[in-house]
């Protein structure tokens, strides 16, 4: 009699058919889900953690910008206590405004900010359980990060959303004084407006959840960072500094419009998380907690 054929399952996959299938994922968010349904996924994980995430962060299918990646290695050097910084302005000026095309700053050389590749954080050979929880964390950014930018367009998609334009096109937002002489920002300016057509946007695009995710990962870390203040071997005055910075605030404080500019993508998620309130039993709309070794 004969037999009835075996069913494909990727948890008969032997090691060397299924790495290369793990190693090959869009994203670690991706990966997650996948750590989560496999078993065999899990087991291969523990062996080659470092292998598996560097191939998805540098691989041709990445879908994390090169810049973003370098965050995400950033978050396991802290949770590895391997921070490549000596004070404040290694991790401020030398590495996060570079996150950024806008930086360097005008006068800054490139040679002289932080990049943080593949051979860094193989040198730290980090921990394969600081290594999982950051790809837990990446899930959940990942889906923080299309909630946010959902309900921005819900906002938009309100019916009680009416936006004007401002009736004078000629009418100059810049350098604009209030009756005091005192600068009104261009945000915070009362025109006499004209409604403005509203289209459906659609959905969010690539572009756009990027930025959302870069936020994210930008919060993360410093609070990573903040969370360690007790064990840096900085400067005394540059761990209190730190302990009173917003992750906006580390962007916002070079001093020039751009950075200020930037910056609003960071407060704008600020602002997002702290909408989440209830709903902190759910661990997917919020930021992860911080790691305990």
Known sequence: MASSPQKTSIEVLPPEILLPIVTSLPGLDTLWDLLRASPNAWRLFNENALFIVENILSGPNAILPPVVAEAVRAVILARSEALPFQNLRDLQRRFLFRLFPCFPSIGQSKDNLIKIGPEVL????????????????????????????????????????????????????????????????????????????????????????????????????????????????????????????????????????????????????????????????????????????
Request: a negative charge.
């Open 122 to 293: 193989s040198a730290a050979a980090p921990s394969v359980s600081v290594i999982r929880s950051t790809v837990a964390t990446a899930c959940q950014i990942s889906t923080l990060s299309q909630a946010c930018l959902s309900s921005y367009l819900e906002r938009l998609r309100d019916p009680s959303f009416r936006p004007m334009h401002c009736l004078d096109p000629d009418l100059s937002y810049i350098n604009f004084h209030g009756p005091d002489g005192k600068r009104v920002m261009a945000w915070d300016c009362v025109f006499e407006g004209t409604p403005a057509k509203v289209v459906d946007a659609g959905q969010p695009n690539w572009v756009e959840e990027m930025r959302a995710v870069r936020a994210l990962w930008i919060i993360q870390l410093v609070g990573e960072v903040q969370y360690q203040s007790h064990t840096l071997d900085w400067p005394k005055e540059d761990v209190d500094k730190l302990k009173g910075m917003s992750p906006a605030d580390m962007i916002d404080q070079n001093n020039f419009d751009e950075a200020r500019q930037k910056s609003e993508e960071v407060k704008s998620l600020m602002q997002y998380i702290a909408t989440l309130g209830e709903a902190k039993q759910d661990t997917y709309y919020q930021l992860p907690r911080r790691h305990h070794s």
